[in-house]
Antibody, heavy 122, light 107 residues
């Protein structure tokens, strides 16, 4: 059974960089046909896809965040990470890491972390 | 970005009711659509993928349909565990988007 867990600071100051790591256990991130994904949810609001990394290493980002976001992986540690720079209060949200199946593997986000609240405040 | 619009935003229903939620895409996404259920404080759960395929372990009272730009999620007989918020997600392009959510409340 795959398990994903987010870790990182719960409080980030405005204009600084938010950094989160998702540690995956019960399976390898170096597996074909899966995307490793970051999604966020501001308090009381809906889900927002931030970006994804495919098993080939290709990355895809939400256009409105692309200038501030990067996703990378460390296959040796079996984790992937999110960096979001120049944060503002609008970036306050619960951040989820997750696994999405590729279209060839039926699609859909089948595993999620429990989520971690990141608050942007001075 | 492909915009996903759900309706209604909130729905009040009783146990045993048949419930339908609609998701509309701003352009054709063929059947590259998933539905999720989310309860407060918990990560979403995948219900439907490929617009109409039921994820393993999901009760058969849930069903999905649609193609192109209009999709529906149906709960055939609402159960107490089904009061939650439901989201659709398109994965037609490499830039994925979610609907804004539809909350199913107790009537």
């Amino acid at each position: 059974q795959l398990h994903l867990e987010e870790s990182g600071p719960g409080l980030v100051k405005p204009s600084e960089t938010l950094s989160l790591t998702c540690t995956v256990s019960g399976g390898s991130i170096n597996t074909d046909n899966y995307y490793w994904v970051w999604i966020r949810q501001p308090p009381g609001k809906g889900l927002e896809w931030i970006g994804s990394m495919f098993s080939t290493g290709s990355t895809y980002y939400k256009p409105s965040l692309e200038s501030r976001v990067s996703i990378s992986d460390d296959t040796a540690k079996n984790h992937f990470s999110l960096r979001l720079s120049s944060v503002t209060a609008a970036d306050t949200a619960v951040y989820y890491c997750a696994r999405q199946r590729s279209r060839a593997a039926r699609g859909g986000i089948d595993y999620w972390g429990q989520g971690t609240l990141v608050t942007v405040s001075s | 970005d492909i915009q996903m619009t759900q309706s209604p935003s909130t729905l009040s229903a009783s146990i045993g009711d048949r419930v339908t939620i609609t998701c509309r895409a701003s352009q054709s996404i063929r059947t590259w659509l998933a539905w999720y259920q989310q309860k407060p404080g918990i990560a979403p759960k995948l219900l439907i993928y490929g617009a109409s395929s039921l994820e393993t372990g999901v009760p058969s009272r849930f069903s999905g349909s649609g193609f192109g730009t209009e999709f529906t999620l149906t709960i055939s007989s609402l159960q107490p565990d089904d009061f939650a918020t439901y989201f659709c997600q398109q994965y037609h392009t490499s830039s994925w988007t979610f609907g804004q959510g539809s909350k199913v409340e107790i009537k």
